[in-house]
């Protein structure tokens, strides 16, 4: 089992930053792909950003690309998400994902809001 609790969400003013924080507990951090994933008030969960295990290898949605940087630290156990030029439409609730093969756990998610 993986533990998974993000932190880091909040209410901005549109072109605001937030930095998200997912703290991982219960195996190798290291093992693990990491990602972000973001709901909004009806709709589907969508796919944000993505990391490799290593670090070394990052994806983004379009709608989010060079606004937001996915980055981890494997010696503390952590994976961030910076978001800068929010826009109210990033409003949603984020969630953390980690994913080793077949496995995927996912964490409770932290509310993000951009007033306009």
């Known amino acids: 089992q993986v533990q998974l609790v993000e932190s880091g969400g909040g209410l901005v003013q549109a072109g605001g930053s937030l930095r998200l924080s997912c703290a991982a507990s219960g195996r190798t951090f290291s093992n693990y792909a990491m990602g972000w994933f973001r709901q909004a008030p009806g709709k589907e969960r969508e796919f944000v950003a993505a990391i490799s295990n290593a670090g070394d290898t990052t994806t983004y949605a379009d709608d989010v690309k060079g606004r937001f940087t996915i980055s981890r630290d494997n010696a503390k156990n952590t994976q961030y998400l910076r978001m800068n030029s929010l826009k109210p439409e990033d409003t949603a609730v984020y969630y953390c994902?980690?994913?080793?093969?077949?496995?995927?756990?996912w964490g409770q998610g932290t509310q993000v809001i951009v007033s306009s």
């Open positions: 994902n980690a994913r080793w093969g077949p496995q995927s756990y």
